[in-house]
């Protein structure tokens, strides 16, 4: 009987504490709702106010609340990123990263991102060690692949920039052939400097597989020929670029005027330069025509095939280049001195290189654009000629 009663007691006592307990839990996830976006809206207005680091603690601690918040995180970091800003961004995805509840596939793409942290940022060592470890991830090879190419490209290891790019081709199906034959090249310069001409005439050879249109690697051929001391194998490397690449000529009419001098070529190498300027007109190969002209028949010569050359295709590198020759013949006239002087300022900006890419403007050609490192994006014609096309 007093088992009974005690049972009769204890229900009612039961229901009550359940009903409280409901009633608890429900208002503590009232509680932490209502947070997620308290801390959203704070985190806001830290970040418009230009607090981004506590705009960050105000991020995680929504993280904390509510673990739906990845693409937040995301959209943050890449903020951070774009604003140059690679240390915030660093931060948030290295949290993302150690919250042991994201999922396997959250977790390749918070390191993809914390990898393009360290790239945009500079840190290449560990920007290489964060790609390395997307490689074998389907979802993220080809971007991991391509970062690595780029990254061994900006540390100029040629190797495994090669083997980065044959990859791509292999199992992405794009085409590297013109960059791989430009590491062959950069590695034909190396073993130049080191005197090993034989190993540079073995990677020339395989810049040629790659792309047997590279203008490259032809230029340097001739240039190794040359320091060999086979002067003629040296002049039909160089002969061949006027044949198949014209444009390029002005890059090494110096040297190949020069060495067709050298074996009793001049009036050969001046009907070269003659022809080439009337098929190809360029400021640079003007420059050497006229000097070879002047040297091997006279001033007269030369100052004649800079005149005619200025009736065809006018050009005001073309006319400083006059006037600095009727400078020489007139000692002690201040206004042709004023003048070549205006006109030499106006010269010196349009004698530049224009990247096609980037629009980035050398005095120097490149090969590789030292601003978006594209291949063969500079022409070898100067700004001031490439302005006149129409």
């Not at 403007?361 to 601003?371: M, N, V, Y």
Request: glycine share 6%.
């Amino acid at each position: 009987m007093d088992l009974q009663l005690w049972y009769l007691l204890a229900l009612p006592l039961l229901f009550l504490i359940g009903w409280w307990a409901r009633g608890y839990e429900a208002r503590v996830r009232e509680a932490d709702q209502g947070g997620a976006p308290q801390s959203l809206f704070r985190g806001l207005n830290l970040l418009l106010n230009d607090e981004p680091d506590r705009a960050i603690d105000a991020f995680i601690a929504i993280a904390k609340i509510d673990p739906e918040t990845i693409e937040l995180h995301y959209a943050l970091g890449n903020l951070f990123r774009r604003r140059g800003e690679f240390e915030r961004a660093v931060r948030i995805h290295n949290y993302l990263l150690s919250r042991a509840d994201l999922p396997a596939a959250e977790r390749s793409n918070a390191l993809a991102e914390l990898a393009q942290d360290y790239l945009k940022g500079g840190l290449l060592d560990r920007a290489e060690a964060s790609f390395g470890e997307l490689v074998d991830d389907p979802r993220h090879r080809f971007e991991a692949l391509r970062a690595l190419l780029r990254i061994h490209a900006m540390e100029r290891d040629w190797d495994r920039a090669i083997e980065c790019a044959r990859r791509l081709e292999r199992e992405a199906g794009e085409t590297h052939r013109v960059a791989i034959a430009h590491f062959h090249c950069e590695i034909a310069e190396r073993a130049v400097a080191n005197s090993d001409l034989a190993a540079a005439t073995r990677s020339l050879e395989e810049a040629l597989v790659a792309n047997r249109n590279s203008v490259r690697a032809s230029i340097l051929a001739g240039d190794i020929a040359d320091r060999a001391g086979n002067t003629a194998l040296a002049i039909e490397h160089w002969l061949r670029i006027a044949t198949d690449a014209p444009e390029y000529l002005p890059l090494i009419a110096e040297r190949l005027t020069r060495a067709m001098d050298a074996v009793g070529r001049r009036a050969e190498a001046l009907n070269l330069l003659r022809r080439e300027l009337l098929d190809h007109p360029s400021v640079d190969l003007l420059d050497v025509g006229y000097r070879r002209a002047q040297e091997w028949e006279g001033a007269a010569s030369g100052e004649a095939m800079l005149r005619d050359e200025l009736k065809r295709h006018p050009s005001l590198l073309g006319f400083e280049r006059l006037l600095a020759i009727r400078a020489a013949t007139a000692q002690g006239d201040r206004e042709l001195d004023l003048l070549r002087g205006l006109i030499s300022v106006q010269a010196r900006n349009l004698s530049r290189y224009r990247c096609a890419t980037c629009g980035s403007r050398t005095r120097s050609f490149h090969w590789q654009c030292p601003g978006c490192s594209s291949w063969d994006s500079y022409s070898p014609k100067r700004i001031e000629e490439l302005d006149a096309v129409p």
